[in-house]
Structure formats: structure tokens, C-alpha cells
């Protein structure tokens, strides 16, 4: 199965920041890759997919890039809604695994 | 509006079955693809099964973990997918979600709230 490694794994940020979150992949995986947003009680919900296609109706301070083996997803500038756990998901093979998550706290 | 409800889940002792739906609405179900995923307490999602859509022939993937025990299908002229789940053990105790993707490497757009199913004696 294709790992895929979140880092960081808990990250604590103010609104108004910038922060990166980075999914490494075990083999390469081309640009099949997604993103997606969970708050608690909640499904998850698409912002990314291929890598950088933002999901429709998703704000634009989410972006995504990467390809292969190394991926990003980058808030530009957090508002307080966007505090939540963060996965990535690849496509590329089944099964079809997910990052361990990217837990983003308030400081 | 796309909608996707999941039901059936609930209590079961160790061994025995459960059948959960996935009712969707909102856009043409049988274009489309249906995932089953499921979050244990705690932790990350995991794919479950997928069924593609009859334009790729209608055939299915399974994780390694529910091969052999759960069994995914679905009903178009209902709008509706099934996961059969048989030999349940403690372990597969989790929030399970439905989602439907377009094609095997498209993403999951639209999932439903979940389902719970616990497993214990």
C-alpha cells in the first residue's frame, strides 16, 4: 500500500497567518492527489483535487502543488472557520489511502 | 441539491451482519460512482469499497481489511448503494460515510453525514 505522511502533524497558528501543510508519498503517485477538510461531527469535505484544481465553491486561499512524491496545501491567510483537521487522500492505486491528518489549532 | 444519506448502522454483537444504504438525490446516481469510507474514533478516514458506475462496468474494488466479509452493490432505478457487512468484528467498529466519485481517479465531491455502527458483545 502507498503511505502517506502528513507533517506537521499538530500545527497551532493565529487567523490572519499563512500556513503550509506537506503530504509525502511512500512511491510516486503523479498528481493524484486530494485534499480534504474535517471538522468534528462532520464528514469531509473537498478542497483540493489533482494536486491543484480547486473544488468548486472552495475559497481561494486554499491552494495545492506538488507532484510525484511531495505535496502542499497552503492557506493563504486563515480565517477562523478554517481551523479544522486536514488529510490528504491519493488516487493513484488502491486502495486508495489517506495522511494520518494535519490538526490546526488556534493559538 | 446533491444529497447523500446513509442508514442501517447501529449496535451488533461480533459475528453477526448488517446492511447499510446510501440514498442519494439531487443528480443522476447511476453516472456516477459510490465509495464507501469509515472513521473509527479518533482517527483518519479509510476506503472501504467503491462500485464503479455502469459506464465502467459496474465493478468493484475492496480494501484488504473487509475483502471476503463486506459486499458493495447498488440499486439505480432507487438511487441507492449497499454495503453488506458480514463477520463483523470489534474492529470494524467506526463512523461509515458514502461518497460518490465520477470515475477511479476522481476525487469523492459529495459525501454523506454517516452512519454509525458499533461492534461489541
Redesign the interface.
Known amino acids: 500500500d502507498i503511505q502517506l505522511t502528513q507533517s506537521p502533524s499538530f500545527l497551532s497558528a493565529s487567523v490572519g497567518d499563512r500556513v503550509t501543510i506537506t503530504c509525502r508519498a511512500s512511491q510516486g503517485i503523479s498528481s493524484?492527489l486530494?485534499w480534504?477538510q474535517?471538522k468534528p461531527g462532520?464528514?469531509?469535505?473537498?478542497l483540493i483535487?489533482a494536486a491543484s484544481a480547486l473544488?468548486s465553491g472552495v475559497s481561494s486561499r486554499f491552494s495545492g502543488s506538488g507532484s510525484g512524491t511531495e505535496f502542499t496545501l497552503t492557506i493563504s491567510s486563515l480565517q477562523p472557520e478554517d481551523f479544522a483537521t486536514y488529510?490528504c487522500?491519493q488516487?493513484?492505486t488502491?486502495?486508495?489511502?489517506?495522511?494520518?491528518?494535519t490538526k490546526l489549532e488556534i493559538k | 441539491e446533491v444529497q447523500l444519506v446513509e442508514s442501517g448502522g447501529g449496535l451488533v454483537e461480533p459475528g453477526r451482519s448488517l446492511r447499510l444504504s446510501c440514498t442519494a438525490s439531487g443528480f443522476t446516481f447511476g453516472d456516477y460512482g459510490v465509495n464507501w469510507f469509515r472513521q473509527a474514533p479518533g482517527m483518519?478516514?479509510?476506503?472501504v469499497a467503491?462500485i464503479r458506475s455502469k459506464v465502467y462496468g459496474g465493478t468493484i474494488?475492496y480494501?484488504?481489511s473487509v475483502k471476503d466479509r463486506f459486499i458493495i452493490s447498488r440499486d439505480d432505478s432507487k438511487s441507492i448503494a449497499y454495503l453488506q457487512m458480514n463477520s463483523l468484528r470489534t474492529e470494524d467498529t467506526a463512523m461509515y460515510?458514502c461518497?460518490r466519485r465520477s470515475y477511479?481517479?476522481?476525487?469523492?465531491?459529495y459525501?454523506?453525514?454517516?452512519t454509525l455502527v458499533t461492534v461489541s458483545s
Open positions: 493524484y486530494a480534504y474535517q462532520k464528514a469531509p469535505k473537498l483535487y473544488q488529510y487522500q488516487l493513484n488502491y486502495p486508495y489511502t489517506f495522511g494520518q491528518g | 483518519g478516514p479509510e476506503w467503491f474494488e480494501a484488504a460515510f461518497a477511479d481517479t476522481s476525487p469523492s465531491d459525501w454523506g453525514q454517516g
